[in-house]
């Protein structure tokens, strides 16, 4: 079993370019449904298995990692710069904003801009660059609106893979009051739960990230082009798990906003102005770390508590939003 853990880790290091990439943002080709009997493989099932024990001792492992005084003192600096991540996410959002427009979409690199978006957008962006309580909450509304009307346009199901929106409209309008401590965890739960939610796609429409890997000669290192694909997806699925429940929280925010440069080198600016934002929240997690509140893990103060927890949830979320995604996409 060490072998294999320590063989999952090689392969979470060196396949790193189509792990993060939204595979709708970059090929046209036409999504073809794999059956659910293919999806759920014996591969596919000792994967989940063995990540699932992978992840079970992550609990110790951040409970040792914590000890370190050089971890310590780290945590303390970054938390000094905690007064900035409001005026980072207001800037940060405005001007993600900005690069879109100019790249002729809105909020997504495949969602193209309209007459009507795009007026929404410059207010949107223009009362976010306001140093201004008022403005700045019509500014997240500007934002919301934005959001609501390509849900209707595209779908709900789609626009899950941006579900971060929502949350950073509603930290934005949480700030400057006594509750704008809730906005870190509303940023990680929509952070997470757009990285789980994409990694279905590659898991449902596995020749879309295939056709990615032959337009831009993605290197699979030996390994076959489908199975490349799905451990592409648990990379994926596994960073946005982590965030849901809370661990390792700077150190992977780090990890993924280090992922989506590496990314850009492949696929260029289009990636660059689709996760700008990402990087944005990234940062903002980088500063904050945990939060003020008890993740979800935390719950759970028994190390052995905390290992069923984390590998539980981990089995029932994988299966349940691969089964939504399935029959709704």
Same mark, same amino acid.
């Given at each position: 079993?060490?072998h294999?853990i320590i063989?999952?880790?090689?392969?979470?290091?060196?396949?790193?370019?189509?792990?993060?990439?939204?595979?709708? @943002?970059?090929?046209?080709e036409?999504?073809?449904?794999?059956?659910?009997?293919?999806?759920?493989?014996?591969?596919?099932i000792?994967?989940?298995?063995?990540?699932?024990v992978?992840l079970?001792t992550?609990?110790?492992?951040?409970?040792?990692?914590?000890?370190f005084?050089? *971890?310590?003192? #780290?945590?303390? !600096?970054?938390?000094?710069l905690?007064?900035f #991540?409001?005026?980072?996410?207001?800037?940060? *959002?405005?001007?993600?904003?900005?690069?879109?427009?100019?790249?002729?979409?809105?909020?997504?690199?495949?969602?193209?801009?309209?007459?009507?978006?795009?007026w929404?957008?410059?207010l949107t962006?223009?009362l976010?660059?306001?140093? +201004?309580?008022?403005?700045? +909450?019509?500014g997240?509304i500007? /934002?919301?609106i934005?959001?609501?009307?390509?849900t209707?346009?595209?779908?709900?199901? %789609?626009?899950?893979? $941006?579900?971060?929106?929502?949350?950073?409209?509603?930290a934005?309008?949480?700030?400057?009051? !006594?509750?704008?401590?809730?906005?870190?965890?509303?940023?990680?739960f929509?952070?997470?739960?757009?990285?789980? @939610?994409?990694?279905?796609?590659k @898991? =449902?429409?596995?020749?879309?990230g295939? +056709?990615?890997?032959?337009?831009?000669?993605?290197?699979? &290192?030996?390994?076959e082009?489908?199975?490349?694909? =799905?451990?592409?997806?648990?990379?994926? &699925?596994?960073?946005?798990?982590?965030?849901l429940?809370?661990? &390792?929280? !700077?150190?992977?925010a780090?990890?993924?906003? =280090?992922? &989506?440069?590496?990314?850009t080198?492949?696929?260029?600016?289009?990636?660059?102005?689709? %996760?700008?934002i /990402?990087?944005?929240?990234l940062?903002?997690?980088?500063?904050?770390?945990?939060?003020?509140?008890?993740?979800p893990?935390?719950?759970?103060?028994?190390?052995?508590?905390?290992? *069923?927890f984390? *590998?539980? +949830?981990?089995l029932?979320?994988? /299966?349940?939003?691969?089964? /939504? $995604? $399935?029959?709704?996409?």
């Amino acid at each position: 079993m060490r072998h294999i853990i320590i063989s999952l880790l090689i392969v979470y290091i060196v396949i790193p370019f189509p792990a993060t990439a939204h595979v709708k @943002w970059f090929t046209s080709e036409g999504p073809i449904k794999a059956p659910l009997e293919e999806i759920l493989s014996p591969l596919f099932i000792a994967l989940s298995l063995i990540i699932a024990v992978f992840l079970g001792t992550l609990p110790q492992l951040s409970a040792k990692l914590m000890s370190f005084s050089l *971890v310590k003192i #780290t945590d303390q !600096r970054l938390a000094s710069l905690r007064p900035f #991540t409001s005026i980072l996410l207001r800037l940060g *959002v405005a001007f993600s904003l900005m690069l879109q427009l100019l790249s002729g979409s809105i909020l997504a690199p495949e969602i193209p801009l309209t007459q009507m978006t795009l007026w929404i957008a410059i207010l949107t962006i223009s009362l976010l660059l306001i140093p +201004n309580k008022m403005t700045t +909450n019509l500014g997240a509304i500007g /934002l919301f609106i934005l959001f609501v009307f390509e849900t209707q346009t595209v779908g709900i199901f %789609h626009m899950m893979d $941006y579900s971060f929106y929502p949350a950073i409209v509603f930290a934005l309008l949480i700030q400057e009051t !006594r509750y704008h401590h809730v906005g870190t965890p509303i940023l990680y739960f929509g952070t997470g739960l757009s990285l789980c @939610w994409a990694a279905m796609e590659k @898991w =449902v429409f596995p020749e879309l990230g295939i +056709n990615i890997i032959e337009q831009f000669n993605i290197p699979t &290192f030996g390994i076959e082009a489908f199975i490349f694909i =799905v451990l592409s997806a648990f990379i994926e &699925f596994v960073l946005g798990y982590l965030l849901l429940i809370g661990i &390792f929280n !700077r150190l992977l925010a780090l990890f993924i906003t =280090v992922l &989506f440069f590496m990314t850009t080198t492949a696929f260029g600016s289009t990636e660059m102005i689709g %996760h700008f934002i /990402l990087h944005i929240i990234l940062i903002i997690f980088i500063i904050e770390g945990k939060g003020f509140y008890p993740t979800p893990i935390e719950i759970h103060r028994c190390l052995r508590h905390q290992t *069923v927890f984390i *590998v539980s +949830n981990f089995l029932f979320i994988n /299966l349940a939003l691969l089964l /939504l $995604y $399935y029959r709704f996409t």
